[in-house]
């Protein structure tokens, strides 16, 4: 069965202090793997996404993962943080071997110091 | 509209009522998700429609929730006899493609006193 594991429950950042948000994944096959954003009131939002090639992706509001099949990971980073990056965040996990069904994790919620 | 519509947005039943949720996918899209979310948890997964295909109920906790799909459109989550512990903000979620991101509606939001 496919898993997903953040293991780190809240994290506190300063403002412009760099970010790392762990996942961790368990699944079968080739995963397609994904990270999205909630903001407080706010809908789930995709930040970015892995199927395949290169390991390093970029999303959006300067986000960036990088898939590393040999610890089954797929952390999330952002260089320097900005106040409203304070949000909740999923790490998600899927393929076609699930019938793309996708499976996320417990979350990660981020507060930003000034 | 343009993204994924689910309705009420916000609920408040009696515990033992039947409540049924809808939602409207973004048109086109074949696959179709409900996932739960407890206040300060993750997402739930509780039942995937795909195309024609049998739904994946796997998820649903328990004989009192079910879900229906017409073809490609709309979806119903119905509770029966509703307890406390059903209280969470359900999000429905369509996707166009295997592999395709999931597109989230902005849930109903359940409260059973």
């Known amino acids: 069965a496919q898993s997903v594991t953040q293991p780190d429950i809240h994290i506190t950042v300063s403002e412009g202090a760099s970010l790392e948000l762990r996942c961790n994944y368990s699944y079968g096959a080739t995963p397609y793997l994904f990270w999205y954003v909630q903001s407080p009131g706010q809908g789930l939002q995709l930040l970015l996404k892995?199927?395949?090639?290169?390991?390093l992706v970029q999303g959006i509001k300067g986000f960036e993962a990088e898939f590393k099949r040999s610890q089954s990971s797929f952390n999330l980073r952002k260089p320097s943080v900005h106040w409203s990056d304070a949000a909740e965040y999923f790490c998600a996990v899927g393929g076609t071997a699930a019938g793309n069904k996708l499976t996320f994790g417990g979350g990660t919620r981020v507060l930003v110091k000034p | 509209g343009a993204g994924v519509s689910q309705s009420p947005s916000n609920k408040v039943t009696e515990k033992g009522k039947d409540v049924e949720l809808r939602c409207d996918p973004i048109s086109g899209h074949t696959a179709l998700y409900w996932y739960r979310q407890r206040l300060g948890q993750g997402l739930e997964f509780l039942i995937y429609f795909q195309g024609n295909s049998a739904p994946d109920k796997s998820g649903l906790p328990s004989d009192r929730f079910s879900a229906e799909r017409t073809g490609e459109s709309v979806s119903t989550l119905t509770i029966q006899r509703t307890q406390q512990e059903d209280s969470a903000v359900y999000l429905c979620a369509s996707s166009s493609t295997i592999a395709s991101p999931l597109h989230f509606g902005n849930g109903t939001r359940l409260t059973v006193t």
């Open positions: 892995y199927f395949s090639g290169d390991t």
